[in-house]
């Protein structure tokens, strides 16, 4: 069964720098979208992207985060440079633009 | 704006006890509605959704939800619950006329499911 993919699995990181997260979603899906839980919290929206463009963005998405698709596969989130309340797990999915979201299993970052 | 109430933080059941799950949603028209389970350290995996006709719904690993639109809820139930059950769960939604951009899930806070032996 096709799935999402999500890489690295746990990131630490010093506050100030740069990280990349990474995502492959499933093949046949146009709609790729960010999450994030911080510890103990609720699964919130970050931002969705079609057509090599960012559909809509939640107040958290702010200049520090981008997210692109730099290939046919990769949907990549970065966060330019990293402040502590940025430790969490981050969560991309992906849809036809219906029905379920189809989420990875996350990349934990931690910012020291 | 839509929001996802689940009441309940933490629930401990005993093995073979049956569960339910309480999630209530505020939208002012029916929503699209899921419930996602997460096993520690795994990703967030969809247990069943509703979009409309049954107001029952059956899922994977036993679970099933019944949508009460007279009381906004989507209740997550399981009559003999497993110590494999042991997850944190949530209930989403989305506005069913929503699709596409901008199709964005709202979730509630989660419940974290202890089973004991």
């Known amino acids: 069964e096709p799935e999402v993919t999500q890489t690295p699995s746990h990131q630490v990181t010093q506050m100030g720098q740069e990280v990349i997260l990474r995502c492959v979603p499933i093949?046949?899906?146009?709609?790729f979208y960010w999450y994030r839980q911080i510890l103990g919290q609720k699964v919130e929206f970050l931002v969705s992207f079609y057509n090599n463009e960012i559909s809509e963005k939640s107040e958290i998405f702010d200049d520090q985060f981008s997210v692109e698709r730099p290939d046919g596969s990769n949907f990549t989130l970065k966060i330019r440079s990293t402040k502590l309340e940025d430790s969490a797990m981050y969560f991309c999915?992906?849809?036809?633009?219906?029905?379920?979201?189809?989420f990875g299993e996350g990349s934990r970052l931690t910012v020291l | 704006a839509q929001s996802v109430t689940q009441p309940d933080i933490h629930i401990t059941v005993s093995e073979g006890a049956s569960l339910e799950l309480r999630c209530n949603y505020s939208?002012?028209?029916?929503?699209?509605l899921f419930w996602y389970v997460q096993s520690p350290g795994q990703g967030l995996q969809l247990l069943l959704k509703y979009f409309s006709g049954d107001t029952l719904v059956q899922g994977i690993k036993g679970f099933e939800a019944e949508f009460k639109r007279s009381q906004s809820s989507f209740n997550l139930r399981k009559p003999s619950v497993h110590w494999s059950d042991a997850a944190e769960y949530f209930c989403a939604v989305v506005r069913s006329n929503s699709g596409g951009s901008n199709y964005k899930l709202t979730f509630g806070k989660g419940t974290l499911l202890t089973v004991n032996p």
């Open positions: 999915a992906s849809n036809r633009g219906v029905g379920e979201l189809f």
């Open positions: 093949s046949n899906h146009l709609y």
């Open positions: 939208y002012g028209a029916t929503p699209y």
